[in-house]
C-alpha cells in the first residue's frame, strides 16, 4: 500500500471508479468536476462544457478542420475542465448495419470488443471495432462498426493539446439506442410500428420497425450542415416502405428548427414523435 | 419488445490496471477516522477550555490565600501589638492596684508642695528584699528646706517612719533619699490561757 492509495481512501475518490473506467457511468466517474463533450465530425468540431452541477453549458460549434480548431480553441477549453477529461462522439466514418444471426451467447457482447471474430465470422473485417444491439424478439441485429486505426487517431487528436479521453462513443448510436429503449418499453402490448430518424450534427440514421421487427437500416454521416434537404432526400424513399399505421420517431443530439416539419412535407400522415431535447446527447453521454 | 440502453459502447482504448472501487462498506473506515479525528478535536479542546479555567481557578485560589496570609500575618501583628498594650494596661491596672495603698501617701507629697516649691523627680520603689519597706528618693527644688521639712511632717501623719534619710544638696535642688517604714497600729495583748480543770 502506497501513500497515494491511503490519500485515495481518505479523499474517498477509492470509492468511485477510476476516471476511465468506461464500465463506469460519467457521474459516477466524475461526480464534481467540469468536463467537456466533444462532438466530431468530418469538417465540424462541437463541445459542450459540463460545470461541477452537472448541467451542460451553451454548445459551441465549428465547421472546418477539426484538427486545426482543436489546436486553436484547445487551452481555451481544456482551460473550463478540471483535469481535462472529455469525451468524444464521433459522427463521422463509422458504419451502422442491420445484420442477422449474429451470435448471441452470454457474454457475447464483452467478447465483440476482444475477439470480434468469435461473434461475428465471416463478418468480421480486420482492423475494425464493433459494437452490437441485439433485436429481443428476432435474430437481426444493430452492429456498429469503426475503423480502430481512425479511433486511434481520434485518440491522439485529442491527448496531444493535453486532453485526457474519457470515453469515445458514436453519438448516432447512442441516440438510436435511447430512441430504442424509449419505445420500446412495454412487452405482452401489440408491438410498436414506427420510422426512427436520428440525426446527430451531420450524420443520419434511419431505420424501420414493423411490429418487432427491424426491416431497413440506412445511416449515412456528413448529411447535413444547415440545409435539411439533404436529410429529406435522404429519408424520402421511405415513404413507399413504411406501413401505413408506422409513425415517426425522431431524435436528434440537439433540436432541428423546421425538421419535424420537413418530415411531415416527405412523409406525410404519419404521426411523428420527437423525443429531441436540448443537449439530449451530452445528457445521455453523462446519465450512462 | 423491451430494449435497454443504459450501457454506452466506448470504443477507447482501455487502461490495463484498472481497479474496481473499493466496496461502500469500507467508506465507514474514513468516515470513522474523520470522526474520531474531530472528536478529538471536540475532547481537546473541551481539555483546553477546562485546562485554562482550572488554572484561572487556581490563580484565583492562590491569590486568594496570599491575601488571606497577608491578612492572618496583619491580625497577627494586630493581636500582638494588642496584647502588648493589653499587657501594658494590665500592668497599669495592677501597678495601679498595687499602689493604692500608697496613694494617700502620694497625695500628701502633693500637698505639701508650696506655690513656689515644683517636684523635679520622685522615686517610690517597695524594697524588693523587705517588701515593707518603701524606698523614697525625691528631688525638690526651689525653696528646698522648708519643702523637705513640711512633706516629711505631712508624710508622718500617713504613720511612715523615715529610717536612714540622705540628702543632698545641689544647685537649687535638693536629692533626698530615705527608707519609709509604715507604723503598725498597735495590736492589743492576747489574754493568757486559762488553766486545764484537775481530775
Known amino acids: 500500500m502506497t501513500g497515494a492509495d491511503i490519500k485515495s481512501v481518505l479523499n474517498f475518490s477509492a470509492f468511485r471508479p477510476e476516471p476511465d473506467d468506461p464500465s463506469a457511468g460519467w457521474r459516477r466517474r466524475f461526480p464534481s468536476s467540469r468536463t467537456v463533450f466533444f462532438g466530431l465530425g468530418r469538417n465540424s468540431l462541437s463541445w459542450r462544457v459540463v460545470g461541477r452541477n452537472g448541467k451542460p453549458g451553451d454548445p459551441e460549434i465549428v465547421r472546418a478542420d477539426p484538427k486545426e480548431t482543436l489546436a486553436q480553441s484547445a487551452v481555451n477549453i481544456r482551460e473550463q475542465t478540471d483535469e481535462g477529461w472529455c469525451s468524444v462522439s464521433i459522427n463521422t466514418r463509422y458504419v451502422i448495419s442491420l445484420e442477422t444471426n449474429l451470435s448471441r451467447r452470454p457474454g457475447s457482447e464483452e467478447l465483440l470488443k476482444t475477439n470480434p471474430r468469435g461473434v461475428l465470422g465471416g463478418r468480421y473485417e480486420r482492423g475494425k471495432l464493433y459494437a452490437v444491439t441485439h433485436n429481443p424478439e428476432t435474430?437481426?441485429?444493430?452492429?456498429?462498426?469503426?475503423?480502430?486505426?481512425?479511433?486511434?487517431?481520434?485518440?491522439?487528436?485529442?491527448?496531444?493539446?493535453?486532453?485526457?479521453?474519457?470515453?469515445l462513443c458514436c453519438g448516432s448510436y447512442v441516440l438510436l439506442r435511447h430512441a430504442l429503449s424509449t419505445t420500446n418499453t412495454k412487452t405482452g402490448e401489440k408491438p410498436l410500428s414506427t420510422f426512427y430518424v436520428v440525426c446527430s450534427e451531420g450524420a443520419v440514421?434511419?431505420?424501420?420497425?414493423?411490429?418487432?421487427?427491424?426491416?431497413?437500416?440506412?445511416?449515412?454521416?456528413?448529411?447535413?450542415?444547415?440545409?435539411?434537404?439533404?436529410?429529406?432526400?435522404?429519408?424520402?424513399?421511405?415513404?413507399?416502405?413504411?406501413?401505413?399505421?408506422?409513425?415517426?420517431?425522431?431524435?436528434?443530439?440537439?433540436?432541428?428548427?423546421?425538421?419535424?416539419?420537413?418530415?411531415?412535407?416527405?412523409?406525410?400522415?404519419?404521426?411523428?414523435?420527437?423525443?429531441?431535447?436540448p443537449g439530449l446527447l451530452v445528457t445521455l453521454l453523462m446519465n450512462n | 419488445m423491451q430494449l435497454d440502453a443504459r450501457t454506452i459502447d466506448d470504443f477507447k482504448a482501455d487502461r490495463?490496471?484498472?481497479?474496481?472501487?473499493?466496496?461502500?462498506?469500507?467508506?465507514?473506515?474514513?468516515?470513522?477516522?474523520?470522526?474520531?479525528?474531530?472528536?478529538?478535536?471536540?475532547?481537546?479542546?473541551?481539555?483546553?477550555?477546562?485546562?485554562?479555567?482550572?488554572?484561572?481557578?487556581?490563580?484565583?485560589?492562590?491569590?486568594?490565600?496570599?491575601?488571606?496570609?497577608?491578612?492572618?500575618?496583619?491580625?497577627?501583628?494586630?493581636?500582638?501589638?494588642?496584647?502588648?498594650?493589653?499587657?501594658?494596661?494590665?500592668?497599669?491596672?495592677?501597678?495601679?492596684?498595687?499602689?493604692?495603698?500608697?496613694?494617700?501617701?502620694?497625695?500628701?507629697?502633693?500637698?505639701?508642695?508650696?506655690?513656689?516649691?515644683?517636684?523635679?523627680?520622685?522615686?517610690?520603689?517597695?524594697?524588693?528584699?523587705?517588701?515593707?519597706?518603701?524606698?523614697?528618693?525625691?528631688?525638690?527644688?526651689?525653696?528646698?528646706?522648708?519643702?523637705?521639712?513640711?512633706?516629711?511632717?505631712?508624710?508622718?501623719?500617713?504613720?511612715?517612719?523615715?529610717?536612714?534619710?540622705?540628702?543632698?544638696?545641689?544647685?537649687?535642688?535638693?536629692?533626698?533619699?530615705?527608707?519609709?517604714?509604715?507604723?503598725?497600729?498597735?495590736?492589743?495583748?492576747?489574754?493568757?490561757?486559762?488553766?486545764?480543770?484537775k481530775p
Not at chain 1, 437481426?140 to 487528436?157: G, Y
Not at chain 2, 490563580?59 to 493589653?86: C, F, P, V, Y
Not at chain 2, 512633706?151 to 508622718?156: I, K, V
Not at chain 2, 544647685?171 to 495583748?189: C, F, H, K, N
Request: hydrophobic fraction near 40%.
Open chain 1, 139 to 167: 435474430n437481426s441485429s444493430i452492429l456498429l462498426s469503426c475503423d480502430e486505426e481512425q479511433i486511434r487517431k481520434v485518440e491522439t487528436m485529442f491527448r496531444e493539446p493535453g486532453f485526457r479521453l474519457g470515453r
Open chain 2, 16 to 197: 490495463k490496471g484498472i481497479t474496481p472501487p473499493l466496496p461502500t462498506i469500507l467508506r465507514l473506515v474514513p468516515i470513522l477516522l474523520y470522526c474520531s479525528i474531530a472528536v478529538t478535536v471536540l475532547l481537546v479542546s473541551l481539555f483546553l477550555v477546562q485546562y485554562r479555567m482550572a488554572t484561572q481557578k487556581r490563580d484565583g485560589h492562590l491569590l486568594q490565600a496570599k491575601t488571606l496570609l497577608g491578612q492572618k500575618d496583619a491580625s497577627r501583628n494586630d493581636r500582638s501589638a494588642l496584647e502588648i498594650r493589653i499587657k501594658k494596661a494590665t500592668d497599669v491596672k495592677s501597678w495601679v492596684a498595687g499602689s493604692r495603698q500608697l496613694q494617700p501617701l502620694i497625695m500628701e507629697i502633693t500637698r505639701s508642695m508650696a506655690p513656689k516649691s515644683t517636684i523635679m523627680d520622685l522615686r517610690l520603689e517597695r524594697d524588693a528584699a523587705s517588701p515593707a519597706q518603701l524606698n523614697l528618693a525625691p528631688r525638690l527644688g526651689p525653696d528646698t528646706t522648708n519643702q523637705l521639712d513640711t512633706t516629711l511632717e505631712r508624710m508622718a501623719t500617713q504613720k511612715y517612719r523615715v529610717l536612714s534619710p540622705e540628702q543632698q544638696l545641689g544647685r537649687g535642688e535638693l536629692a533626698y533619699r530615705a527608707t519609709l517604714i509604715r507604723q503598725e497600729p498597735d495590736r492589743q495583748p492576747e489574754a493568757p490561757l486559762p488553766p486545764a480543770p
Open chain 1, 205 to 277: 440514421c434511419a431505420l424501420v420497425q414493423d411490429q418487432d421487427r427491424w426491416l431497413e437500416l440506412r445511416s449515412r454521416t456528413d448529411v447535413y450542415d444547415e440545409d435539411l434537404t439533404a436529410i429529406a432526400d435522404l429519408l424520402a424513399p421511405f415513404q413507399s416502405r413504411l406501413s401505413p399505421e408506422s409513425g415517426i420517431t425522431l431524435v436528434c443530439d440537439e433540436p432541428i428548427a423546421g425538421l419535424a416539419e420537413r418530415l411531415a412535407t416527405v412523409l406525410p400522415n404519419r404521426p411523428i414523435q420527437d423525443l429531441s431535447t
